[in-house]
Structure formats: C-alpha cells, structure tokens
C-alpha cells in the first residue's frame, strides 16, 4: 500500500524523489499562456520566476491530465519536477475544485510509479483540498500486480514481467501534520482509498481465483479484523431459508453461491443503513449464453458486492455513528445441465414466483433475495449497487452511473452526494407503464420486461422486493465499474472501485444527522 504523510515543508527542502507542481491554460486576457497554479510558488522562484515559460518550450499546455518533467532547480532535494496539468486557469478569487485536485494528483502518482517518494505541491489552502490530493494520489498509484512477476529467482524475487511497483510514498505540502483536521483527513482519505483499492483487486481478480466460496472468506477475514459481525449462508443454508434466486443463478457452477452479511455496529448510533451488493463472480450468461465478445471482461460482475464490502469496511475504520449493513449476493452464472433454464420458475425468498425468461437477467434475482432478506431488519435506508444492465451503459456511458428509487428526495440526495463525492451520476425515472411487460401468465412477475428501458425495467423489478415504507435506491454502476480503456485521471484500467465513495460519503452525512 502506499503510504500518506502530511507536511508543512518547503518543495525545494523536501527530501524526495520527485516534486509535483499543477500548471493550466491561461484565462481571461492570458489565454494560451501558461499559467502556474499555487503551492508552486517556490518551484516557480527557483526558476527565476520562468517555469511557465520553460514548461512551455517543453511543449506543455496545462491541459488536464497532461504531465511534463524536468530536471528540479539547483538547491533542490529532489531531483525532479513533475507539472501535471488542471486544465484552465481559475479567475481571480476561484478555488479549483476538489475533483480537478484528485484527477491532477491521480494522474501525476501514476506517472511516477517506480518512485519511491514524491511531494505534491498543488493548490492546498484548506482541509478539503489536502483530502482531495491524498485521495487522488493514492488512488491514482494503485496497480494490479498480483499475477505478474514471472518466476522467482534464487533470492526469491520476482522476474520477468518489468511491472514497475506503484508510488511508495505520498506527502502532500501544506497539510499540517498536527493540526486535528488535516490529521483527520489524512486518516479518511487513507482508510477510504486501501479499500477502495481492496475492492479494485476483487474486481480485477480472476474468476478461477475468485468465486463466491472464496469472497466470502476474505469478507469473512476482514471481518474479524475490523470487529464486524460476519454471517455466510451457504448452499445448505440457502435452501434452508427458500432463497430461490440466488440459488438458481448458481445452481449451474461447481462453485456454489453465498449470501454474506457483514454488520457495522455503533452504540450511539440512531439510524441504519443496509447496503445490497449484486456479486456474480462470473457470469457467462447462463443457458442464455453471452455472445463472443461479451464474456472477457465478466469477472467484473461482482464489482457491487465489492462496493458494499468496502463501504461497510471503511465505515467501521472511520468508526462513524451509523449502523451499516451490508448484504453480498454471491453466485457464478454457468451453462450446465443443472442450470436454470428460460421458461423455468423460481420461488424467491420474498415468496413471490419469478419465471426467468432469459437466464443472463441474473443479478436482479441475487438481488432480490438480499433485499427481501435486508428489508426485514427494517433499515431507515437500503441502497443497492450493481453492474445491472447493458442498457444504462448505453444511456450514459462508460463514466456515469444511473439512480433509481421508490423515494424522489432520497433520489436526489444520492445523487448530490455522488457529485460532491466526485462521482458522476444522473437520477433516472422509473415509469411504471413499464411494470406491465414483466406481467406472466405462469409466475407473480418474469425477470424480463420491454426491452426498450431495460435499464428501468431492472429497477421496476428490484423495487418489488423492497419492504414497505424503506426508502430504497439503486444504484447501476454497469459503465463505470470497470474501465477496459485506458487509465485516466485517479481512474485505472481495470476495476475502478465505482460507488464506493458515495456509500461512504451517504454513511458520513447518516452519521450526522445529514439526512432524515
């Protein structure tokens, strides 16, 4: 992991391997200029006043995310001066905001992974944006490297693969280490991104390696080091309590499904908050096998359950005062003969008959079970998170997820909490002319409807298996949870720990009494 530390040093008295500066597009009558942003000023003097002017024969613009380096001034500790760019430049009096600092700071610790330290001077005035640095850097020097090294050699190292190992260590200039609320910061952004990181390696894990057996136990495991109160129903369990969806999404794998509770208690807690996460390790599709094409990228299909595994992880190391549950809906989605088949009816834990019209609709039937099952502990709130529907891709991108809810305010407070979070999100009706198309001659209701709104009809299904009076939302993370592109900002390829923030930003504000 890498590690975070605070200083009120000066860039050019830092002892490190590399000193990262912001720069950005002039504004106003400077347009095309090269402007440098604060907390560079003693870089910039160093320089005799012309680091805009050397970065610019360099070739840089200061667009975002753009990074130009050169060798550090004479009577500098570091060798190296790294200038990320943050896009253009603020007018008098403005602050860049929290987001531009974490994508700057991202982009700039994944450019020097193989560093062992490296100070991030950038625009630091308040508490807010030192959290927003350390965050984007820590996240932004994150690897998967677990299954990359090739074969050990006499020493027992690693070699062969040339992987360079993340940024070991992150000091962000300006924070105060001994003030309380740069200190409390720290430790925030510290605890929030490892298990933003934790659960990118679940995503990025391969499904030999990961299936619901084996989540379990590391839910199991980080459960008992964070003082949470662990419960895994397994196959025998599940059929003991009639929890037809998730069994007949797994009943075709050798790996068989688990629903997994882990429980955030505080003993001044006032309000509850429950967490679903949709978990499919792999998901093929089912009998309704997923085309070519479509099946390379499907380890990625538990990334909700990462999300709630995370929140609840993070909300117990922040020890906040909300209870936080958090429910994993485990199960492999495999074509076998003793696969569940379209045209078959499942009887959910709820009670309610579904008939799977198409077996790779799979995890709003892991899900259903879960919020049934989290409905009964009556939470004030239930928040679902899941790589649903190929549909809200299509309707938002790569880069933003949809919410839906039976409560418009609780809607929009999700929604506002992810933007604030540096989330992007977007609210999406859930009309219910579109509850018609689930209708079954044979069951209570199909797990397909319409196709056109599929996205909406998903969540018209979930909704049906959400107790009464329990402000519930959904969350569809299938663009964001994983990135097959390029890196960008603090945002790898790979998994990308979507959602994860907002949970843990709706737990905060829960905890003080943000929210009714």
Excluded at 102 to 125: H, N, T
Excluded at 169 to 198: Q, S, Y
Excluded at 305 to 320: E, N, P, Q, S, Y
Excluded at 455 to 470: H, M, P, S
């Amino acid at each position: 992991m890498t590690a975070l530390t605070l200083s009120t040093s000066g860039a050019a008295a830092l002892r490190a391997d590399a000193i990262v500066v912001g720069v950005a597009k002039g504004a106003g009558s400077k347009s095309g200029d090269l402007v440098v942003a604060p907390g560079a000023e003693a870089v910039d003097k160093a320089f005799d006043g012309k680091l805009a002017s050397v970065l610019e024969t360099l070739g840089a613009t200061g667009g975002e995310g753009e990074v130009t380096k050169l060798p550090a001034p004479s009577g500098f500790k570091s060798p190296v001066v790294l200038a990320v760019g943050l896009g253009k430049a603020l007018e008098k009096d403005d602050a860049y905001s929290a987001e531009s600092l974490r994508r700057a700071a991202g982009v700039a610790a994944r450019a020097l992974s193989g560093v062992k330290k490296a100070g991030f001077a950038l625009p630091v005035e308040a508490v807010e944006d030192a959290a927003a640095v350390a965050e984007g850097a820590l996240l932004g020097a994150y690897a998967f490297t677990a299954y990359q090294g090739g074969e050990k050699d006499g020493k027992g190292e690693k070699s062969g693969s040339g992987a360079k190992r993340p940024l070991a260590e992150v000091t962000v200039l300006g924070g105060k280490p001994r003030d309380k609320a740069f200190k409390a910061a720290a430790e925030r952004a510290l605890a929030l991104t490892e298990e933003i990181n934790r659960a990118r390696d679940l995503v990025n894990t391969p499904p030999n390696d990961l299936y619901p057996e084996s989540f379990a136990a590391v839910a199991a495991a980080a459960g008992k080091e964070h003082g949470l109160k662990v419960q895994v129903l397994d196959e025998k369990s599940l059929t003991k309590g009639g929890y037809g969806g998730i069994l007949g999404v797994g009943q075709g794998s050798e790996h068989g499904p688990r629903l997994v509770k882990l429980a955030y208690t505080h003993p001044k807690a006032e309000k509850t908050l429950a967490f679903v996460g949709k978990g499919i390790t792999y998901d093929s599709g089912g009998i309704s096998l997923k085309p070519a094409g479509h099946n390379e990228t499907m380890k990625c299909d538990m990334a909700g359950a990462a999300a709630v595994f995370a929140a609840v992880v993070t909300a117990a190391r922040l020890g906040l005062k909300v209870n936080v549950t958090g429910w994993l809906a485990l199960a492999e989605n495999m074509p076998s003969g003793s696969a569940t088949r379209p045209g078959d009816v499942l009887r959910m834990y709820s009670g309610k008959t579904v008939e799977v019209l198409n077996t790779d609709a799979e995890g709003r039937l892991v899900l259903a079970d879960a919020l049934t099952r989290a409905s009964e502990e009556r939470p004030d709130a239930i928040v679902d998170v899941a790589t649903l529907t190929g549909a809200m891709v299509l309707a938002l991108g790569n880069r933003t997820f949809g919410i839906m809810g039976n409560d418009e305010s609780f809607r929009t407070a999700i929604h506002e909490i992810a933007e604030e979070a540096g989330e992007q999100s977007w609210p999406m009706p859930m009309p219910v002319e579109l509850r018609k198309g689930m209708d079954s001659a044979t069951a209570d209701i199909a797990n397909m409807g319409e196709r056109m709104g599929g996205g909406l009809v998903a969540g018209l299904f979930l909704q049906e298996f959400v107790g009464e009076d329990i402000a519930w939302a959904h969350l569809d993370i299938a663009g964001p949870a994983y990135n097959d592109g390029g890196p960008f900002g603090y945002t790898p390829k790979g998994g990308t720990g979507s959602a994860i923030r907002t949970l843990v930003s709706l737990a905060e504000r829960t905890a003080a009494g943000d929210l009714g």
